[in-house]
T-cell receptor, first 111, second 115 residues
Framework: LAKTTQPISMDSYEGQEVNITCSHN???????ITWYQQFPSQGPRFIIQ?????VTNEVASLFIPADRKSSTLSLPRVSLSDTAVYYC????????????WGAGTKLIIKP | GAVVSQHPSWVICKSGTSVKIECRSL??????MFWYRQFPKQSLMLMAT?????????EQGVEKDKFLINHASLTLSTLTVTSAHPEDSSFYIC???????????FGPGTRLTVT
């Protein structure tokens, strides 16, 4: 199982780009990296998933270096509604389905 | 697409009673669902893996006789908290896998308060 490490909290301002980095030094060959967002008293919501290099969708980008020992979630032009906890999960479809949740990063966006 | 619902969204029960929480995949079939528990200001903790038509797999430290899981159909899994105690008060969240994808689709959660 790949353990992940993220900053406990981050602050930013509306309109800024926010980058949250996750360390996963023991990532295995078959592991994918997935990021979720969670608002208080709600279930997590899928943001983005990747295996290597860069993945982009309509809400975020995910950057994964060649050694895959870390990944960075990039949120462009954040707004107050992006204030939430962001979780990085690593896992293999054939093993743990990415079920080990770390502490996550509490992102606070200020006006 | 890929919507998961939970019912009830919140429930208050007395100590010693049992509470059933339903998790439904509304627009897809899910052979595998997961049940999590989340205490205030903490991360999600996996309780068990629910597989349609077979017994659930419980994580270490989770009492299978206390947290009964039934996955009787491809769209419904239930978690029954038996003989509830105040320490069982928590936020219970289910998720479902779409086929063999890596992505989990989460329900909105159920807030259980045991008095």
């Amino acid at each position: 199982l790949a353990k992940t490490t993220q900053p406990i909290s981050m602050d930013s301002y509306e309109g800024q780009e926010v980058n949250i980095t996750c360390s996963h030094n023991n990532i295995a060959t078959n592991d994918y990296i997935t990021w979720y967002q969670q608002f208080p008293s709600q279930g997590p919501r899928f943001i983005i998933q990747g295996y290597k290099t860069k993945v982009t969708n309509e809400v975020a980008s995910l950057f994964i270096p060649a050694d895959r020992k870390s990944s960075t979630l990039s949120l462009p032009r954040v707004s107050l509604s992006d204030t939430a906890v962001y979780y990085c999960l690593v896992g293999d479809i054939d093993s743990n389905y990415q079920l080990i949740w770390g502490a996550g990063t509490k992102l606070i966006i200020k006006p | 697409g890929a919507v998961v619902s939970q019912h009830p969204s919140w429930v208050i029960c007395k100590s010693g009673t049992s509470v059933k929480i339903e998790c439904r995949s509304l627009d897809f079939q899910a052979t595998t669902m997961f049940w999590y528990r989340q205490f205030p200001k903490q991360s999600l903790m996996l309780m068990a893996t629910s597989n349609e038509g077979s017994k659930a797999t419980y994580e270490q430290g989770v009492e299978k006789d206390k947290f009964l899981i039934n996955h009787a159909s491809l769209t419904l899994s239930t978690l029954t908290v038996t003989s509830a105690h105040p320490e069982d008060s928590s936020f219970y969240i289910c998720s479902a896998l779409l086929d063999r994808g890596y992505e989990q689709y989460f329900g909105p959660g159920t807030r259980l308060t045991v008095t």
